[in-house]
């Protein structure tokens, strides 16, 4: 059991085992560790039901079981993991917590080698556990500590770390581990979409942070520009360079096809109210595409994909992708059982809703679909019988809770 709460936080560790690059893990111990499940919920897994269903129907010859089984699963990863950690006993809560300390020290670890590009004899026991995985940096992409892309990880990383500076970080080290995490977001995972959230990041949780290192960091970076590499440093270097019409062409043609997928998302859920339904995403994300009536050929990453004879996509976001399969209906459902799911919580105090907003953030635009840790994480906080960030009200203004964290850790 104590394995499989580790093998959460690890969705990649497919072990070759398997096409997909997440394995559901975290529905697993979902499906262990639940005692009942809230209406909401059930409701909504009937939904998902109900539109895979008929995405079989309406495709020639039901050839899409397949892809259907692999988005249920990618749908239900998540969610079921956010539903059961909100209503763990505190034992189970206590005992998730310290994993996910230990998770994130060892992310850490695995930081620090693959940055050093040292331990690259250590590549095929990497690639063992996650195939698309490396020991080193990925060139001018960064490091994918032990997730398949140097976005997903470091994304994964500023939820973890959130847990951390929440629980175990004392409140006048919040902006020294803060700038940390900037620089290791800027020079370590180089990732443009992490330094997106973490900017968000900053502005909800350390404004005061953000109003003076932003203007530091950026002298900094246009002072060495010439010596700095990576794409987040690129991108920031030609946005600086460039007309605004250029710039705004230039987000969607470096974001590979994140920003134009919200955009296609967006307009095809409204549409179609119910979506393509659930499994059918080859077909309805090619049609979304041509809903935005944007050249898809000017960008760089529907380029590559037609050349190797494929031009589907799997939208930026967990309800991005949800607009596609089951529509604005689908997608407003979801979003009310999530409402319903952390009603209580959020209530609590300011700080937590604070991270529930961030939360909302990353599963709407950002992140693959069926990554649990994001999910994990917040659970956690929302969880929590303190109030996240508390502590750190020197950074933030927020309510002070008056109860204790739960455990010594």
Known sequence: ????????????????????????????????????????????????????????????????????IRSMMAYLNPLVIFAVVLRLPDREYEKLLVVARHVFIALCIVM????????????????????????????????????????????????????????????????????????????????ASTLFIF??????FNPRLLLWGIPVAMYGIVQNLDVLSGRAFTLIGDLIALPLEDSLFLIINTSGNRVISIFAAIQYGFEYPFGGGIGNWQETSVEALFLTGYDYTQL???????????????????????????????????????????????????????????????????????????????????RSTTNPLAHAEECVPQDLAKTQPVGTL
């Open 1 to 68: 059991m104590n394995l499989l709460r580790y093998l959460c936080f690890f969705p990649s560790f497919t072990f070759g085992l398997s096409a997909a690059e997440i394995f559901p893990y975290a529905l697993l111990y979902g499906i262990v560790t639940t005692r009942r499940a809230k209406l909401e919920l059930i409701l909504f897994v009937l939904c998902l039901f109900l539109s895979a269903l008929y995405a079989n129907l309406i495709t020639e010859g039901g050839s899409i079981t397949r892809e259907m």
């Open 112 to 191: 620090v080698m693959q940055w050093s590009s040292l331990f690259g004899f250590l590549d095929s026991l990497i690639k063992a556990f996650v195939p698309r995985g490396s020991a080193t940096p990925l060139g001018f992409r960064g490091v994918t500590l032990l997730a398949t892309e140097p976005a997903r990880a470091g994304i994964e990383f500023i939820f973890l770390y959130l847990i951390a500076r929440s629980f175990w970080i004392s409140k006048n080290r919040i902006s020294i581990s803060d700038l940390l995490v900037g620089f290791s977001i800027l020079t370590i995972f180089k990732s």
């Open 199 to 204: 900017g968000i990041f900053l502005t909800m």
């Open 300 to 382: 760089n990453y529907f380029n590559a994909e037609w050349k190797e004879g494929a031009l589907h996509f799997r939208a930026s976001g967990y309800m991005m992708n949800l607009m596609m399969d089951m529509g604005i209906v689908g997608t407003s459902l979801a979003t009310l059982t999530i409402l319903a799911l952390t009603r209580k919580f959020r209530t609590q105090s300011r700080a937590k809703r604070m991270v529930f907003y961030f939360f909302l953030l990353n599963i709407f635009f950002v992140g693959s679909v069926g990554t649990p840790v994001a999910w994990i994480a917040t659970a956690l906080l929302l």
